[in-house]
């Protein structure tokens, strides 16, 4: 999957070129970022990221409604959404990329592990939101570690993420 993963990277780096990119991670901890500034060239594109990995901090650092999360935790569509938007506000990025969900073992507002959203928005030059998707994702991994079944779930989100990007692009 490594090997994947860098590939779409790199594509995005390429891809990406005149255009910038911030992200908000929540489940994975920083390693989406991470894959992106690892490929020469990031620099010209990588605004920067927010771990937002407690669930006050994505309301707080990236404008999550309250509301949103108080209704139905940090494991939802529209908090994925809205992590995207405030990155890519917060950061003045074109697009913004959002993972939030369940790496496991156990679940989380009621979500069993592997639960995944991911988001990604783009903003025009006055930063106004012209185009946006979120994806749900369901991972299982079929390993009985649960060390390797949470870096297993963690690695797929960071794909899913790079994937969604490379579309919108």
């Given amino acids: 999957m490594k090997t994947d993963i860098d590939s779409l990277a790199v594509s995005i780096v390429i891809a990406m070129q005149g255009r910038t990119l911030a992200t908000a991670e929540s489940i994975t901890g920083g390693q989406l970022g991470s894959i992106i500034t690892s490929i020469p060239g990031a620099s010209q594109i990588f605004r920067g990221g927010v771990i937002a990995y407690a669930t006050d901090l994505k309301s707080s650092l990236l404008g999550v409604s309250n509301s949103v999360l108080a209704a139905g935790g940090a494991v939802q569509a529209q908090v994925a959404l809205e992590m995207a938007l405030g990155v890519a506000t917060k950061l003045e990025a074109d697009f913004g990329l959002a993972v939030t969900g369940v790496a496991g073992p156990t ?63």
Wanted: charged letters at 25%; aromatic letters at 4%.
């Fill in 107 to 169: 679940s989380q507002d009621g979500h069993l592990p592997g639960t995944v959203f991911v988001a990604c928005v783009v903003r025009d030059a006055q930063g106004s939101l012209i185009d946006s998707a979120v994806d749900e994702l369901h991972l299982f991994p079929e390993v009985d570690d649960p060390r390797q079944a949470r870096a297993q779930v963690r690695e797929e989100t960071v794909a899913a993420a790079l994937e969604l990007l490379l579309s919108m692009l």
